[in-house]
């Protein structure tokens, strides 16, 4: 049963190691996957501690669905605080890592101290045992992986690795599983590379039964019919994520040249369709690949054909990648995306948090504030490729000068690098978002300015949000499984409604990241995908455990509480341009220059922003500064914390 | 998506409002339904004039690859001008 699935403590100081069942009060509070990590995160890291020292806790996990027979629950998630926040660090990842955990044995891994070498952690049928990584240090991840492989003997071992910007404590490196499954954003990857923990190797072979195998086969024959009958799924299926650029990039939501633009203008060859054509074994109906348990088959492969690069494999582009290697640095050739892609993969390195960086770093060349005696010679424009692959080089090897500075993080830089560069730097909480540019979309600005790990797409993001959708069925689809009745607007220009749509989001992806359910397969890029009233049969048939749609909704909003604490903890206050939830001055102060006659010349408005937040906070059970009512905590069942129940 | 009652989930319900062929015009005041001819490389929203290149996951199931530039970036200069004049 998923229910036999247990929780292992692992000090790398020490070499202890503990495991511990989790009870089913555990499961009906916290649920599993993000969920409990949160928990544990609240309860077992010290306050104020370096996130690179060993009091910093590393948490692993699988949702509490992951390996059962519900589809597309392969989620992996990683959490400690971040090193490039100082906030909350949670990253989460595809892949085949969280089945095989949850084979061995396991749902739930919390690492403590560090090791005094370089280690990786084995996790075979119930047993754990921490190996020497001497040899693996310094390989790339793909190297990685298979060395562990190839060292004990089994190619079906699934390994969670770190890549040379993990060794190197960049501070957005990534945890990497696969070719290109990344757990990349806040710098957990940095969180393992300073604990001197190469990788996390598992192999399990262990039953899971399901409580109800006939009804739960049956109910995800259904499960998978509406995932993949969804428009948004079809088109994943044959183009991955790359398909939201056209649209994207139609209107202006695509930051370009830093923040300058919110389009990349002529940017052809790095539309999806154009990839297919210049790679080979590439997207389309036919290379398309998935993570396990899933049919949308949403990731690409291909062959790099040109340049220095030809002949390599990888996968991908995401969306991500081409704004983060064409968009924002503003560079429009495919060989410079399907390179940048490839470099991130091997390096570990969060491509979001590196392409953002270096187009900041770009616009201060640009004007002056960096000079080439700062970049090593290195010209630095904006559309150049050679300059950006470097800058993706000298990032991840600490190389140079404003290499060593860039790999710090955003904020670190700025303070280093002085002048007004503070000022052109995109980021919250110390995070770079996506490329994209929420300036004609408050719903989505209060999402990136809101969300618990720093700008983030994927922690609010009401994404259907631009799909226009009549009044009625925003009422249908955000009115359950708590009523609300007031108003919701079809206009993504509006400033009403949207912050109920950004709470129900919230919670939403809560709740899926606590069943280890891909956010595709839910109310992300599709209105017609499963949320929360069609997850309880799912529970009850494979787990055995009754929820209602309600008490789904509860555990979320109770998770996203605890990581509401958490960042409090650590500093965050609400406009604080540094640590709280607010805006770059440059949505306020530069209209949009591009895009679709009623976006340019948009702005966001100051004060109907901050009216948003308030209602926003208000929804969440926090004053006005942003701090959670003392009745709200009490309702949550966290009047306590920390109450170490783990 | 009930496995043992006929009662349909929002996002069950929700399936019945898919239509294919056609899709939206995204500038955000407009939002109209566009419906290119099959096979067609591009389309033109009939009420705000952005043109758009097409791409065909399916015969019957067209996507905006992106837009055509020059047409849209006249209208978008045009547009910008108009509101700074107005400021």
């Given at each position: 049963m998923a229910m036999k699935r247990k929780i292992a403590f692992i000090d790398l100081s020490t070499g202890k190691i503990e495991t511990q069942a989790i009870s089913e009060k555990i499961r009906r509070k916290f649920i599993g996957g993000r969920g409990l990590d949160s928990y544990l995160l609240y309860n077992h890291t010290e306050k104020g501690c370096d996130p690179l020292g060993p009091g910093n806790t590393l948490m692993i996990s699988g949702g509490f669905l992951t390996a059962t027979l519900a589809s597309a629950t392969a989620r992996t998630h990683i959490m400690a605080k971040s090193p490039l926040t100082g906030l909350l660090g949670s990253a989460n990842m595809g892949g085949f890592f969280a089945p095989e955990l949850a084979w061995a044995g396991f749902h739930h891994l919390v690492i403590k101290g560090k090791a005094e070498k370089p280690v990786y952690i084995y996790i075979h049928n119930g047993e754990i045992e921490i190996r020497d990584a001497t040899a693996l240090w310094g390989q790339t991840t793909t190297e990685t992986q298979w060395s562990i492989r190839e060292e004990l003997g089994d190619e079906e071992i699934k390994s969670l690795v770190i890549g040379q910007a993990g060794e190197n404590l960049v501070r957005y490196a990534n945890v990497m599983t696969g070719i290109k499954n990344s757990g990349g954003r806040t710098g957990m990857g940095c969180v393992m590379g300073s604990k001197n923990?190469?990788?996390?190797?598992?192999?399990?072979?262990?039953?899971?039964?399901?409580?109800?195998?006939?009804?739960?086969?049956?109910?995800?024959?259904?499960?998978?019919?509406?995932?993949?009958?969804?428009?948004?799924?079809?088109?994943?299926?044959?183009?991955?994520?790359?398909?939201?650029?056209?649209?994207?990039?139609?209107?202006?939501?695509?930051?370009?040249?830093?923040?300058?633009?919110?389009?990349?203008?002529n940017a052809d060859e790095i539309e999806p369709e154009a990839i297919d054509d210049i790679a080979t074994e590439t997207i389309g109906p036919h290379h398309m690949t998935g993570c396990f348990g899933c049919q949308v088959h949403?990731?690409?492969?291909?062959?790099?054909?040109?340049?220095?690069?030809?002949?390599?494999?990888?996968?991908?582009?995401?969306?991500?990648?081409?704004?983060?290697?064409?968009?924002?640095?503003?560079?429009?050739?495919?060989?410079?995306?399907?390179?940048?892609?490839?470099?991130?993969?091997?390096?570990?390195?969060?491509?979001?948090?590196?392409?953002s960086i270096i187009s900041w770093a770009m616009e201060l060349f640009e004007k002056g504030i960096l000079t080439t005696e700062q970049t090593d010679g290195l010209d630095l424009s904006f559309g150049n490729d050679e300059a950006l692959l470097e800058m993706v080089h000298r990032?991840?090897?600490?190389?140079?000068?404003?290499?060593?500075?860039?790999?710090?993080?955003?904020?670190?830089?700025?303070?280093?690098?002085?002048?007004?560069?503070?000022?052109?730097?995109?980021?919250?909480?110390?995070?770079?978002?996506?490329?994209?540019?929420?300036?004609?979309?408050?719903?989505?600005?209060?999402?990136?300015?809101?969300?618990?790990?720093?700008?983030?797409?994927?922690?609010?993001?009401?994404?259907?949000?631009?799909?226009?959708?009549?009044?009625?069925?925003?009422?249908?689809?955000?009115?359950?499984?708590?009523?609300?009745?007031?108003?919701?607007?079809?206009?993504?220009?509006?400033?009403?409604?949207?912050?109920?749509?950004?709470?129900?989001?919230?919670?939403?992806?809560?709740?899926?990241?606590?069943?280890?359910?891909?956010?595709?397969?839910?109310?992300?890029?599709?209105?017609?995908?499963?949320?929360?009233?069609?997850?309880?049969?799912?529970?009850?048939?494979?787990t055995?455990?009754?929820?209602?749609?309600?008490?789904?909704?509860?555990?979320?909003?109770?998770?996203?509480?605890l990581e509401r604490l958490f960042n409090l903890r650590e500093g965050l206050t609400r406009d604080d341009l540094k640590k709280g939830d607010t805006l770059n001055h440059r949505y306020y102060d530069e209209p949009c220059q591009r895009g679709a006659p009623d976006v340019v010349g948009s702005t966001i408005d100051r004060e109907k922003f901050k009216k948003m937040i308030d209602e926003f906070y208000l929804h969440k059970g926090l004053d006005n500064n942003g701090i959670p009512t003392p009745e709200r905590l009490v309702k949550l069942g966290l009047g306590d914390e920390p109450s170490h129940l783990l | 998506m009930s496995a043992d009652d006929q009662t349909l989930s929002t996002a069950e319900s929700l399936r019945k409002t898919r239509t294919y062929g056609k899709f939206r015009c995204h500038n955000p005041s407009c939002m109209g339904r566009l419906q290119p001819e099959a096979g067609e490389g591009q389309v033109k929203c009939p009420e705000c004039k952005m043109e758009y290149r097409v791409h065909w996951i399916r015969p019957d199931f067209p996507r905006i690859r992106g837009p055509v530039w020059d047409v849209n970036r006249k209208l978008a200069e045009a547009a910008l001008k108009k509101k700074l004049e107005e400021k």
């Open positions: 923990l190469k990788a996390v190797a598992v192999r399990g072979t262990m039953d899971i039964n399901i409580a109800q195998p006939i009804e739960a086969l049956e109910y995800n024959k259904k499960f998978i019919e509406q995932i993949t009958s969804s428009k948004v799924n079809q088109t994943q299926g044959t183009l991955g994520t790359p398909f939201i650029w056209g649209a994207t990039n139609s209107w202006g939501g695509i930051r370009t040249r830093n923040f300058q633009y919110n389009q990349c203008e949403c990731r690409a492969q291909y062959k790099i054909t040109s340049g220095p690069y030809a002949g390599k494999y990888d996968e991908g582009p995401e969306y991500t990648s081409q704004g983060a290697f064409g968009g924002e640095p503003d560079c429009k050739k495919a060989e410079t995306v399907l390179v940048g892609n490839h470099l991130v993969n091997q390096y570990g390195v969060d491509n979001l948090e590196i392409g990032i991840c090897l600490r190389k140079g000068w404003l290499g060593d500075v860039l790999a710090n993080g955003g904020i670190p830089a700025s303070e280093t690098i002085g002048q007004d560069s503070f000022s052109y730097l995109i980021q919250v909480k110390g995070m770079s978002n996506l490329h994209s540019d929420e300036r004609a979309t408050p719903a989505l600005a209060l999402n990136i300015a809101t969300s618990s790990r720093g700008s983030d797409h994927l922690r609010s993001r009401p994404a259907i949000d631009l799909y226009h959708l009549p009044e009625k069925v925003l009422h249908k689809i955000y009115g359950s499984p708590v009523p609300y009745e007031g108003k919701l607007s079809s206009e993504h220009t509006a400033y009403e409604g949207k912050p109920w749509q950004v709470y129900w989001q919230e919670n939403c992806y809560m709740a899926v990241d606590c069943l280890g359910i891909c956010k595709y397969h839910t109310v992300f890029l599709g209105p017609t995908l499963p949320n929360f009233e069609d997850w309880p049969k799912v529970i009850k048939y494979n055995g455990l009754d929820f209602t749609p309600k008490e789904i909704w509860d555990v979320a909003v109770r998770c996203n509480m | -």
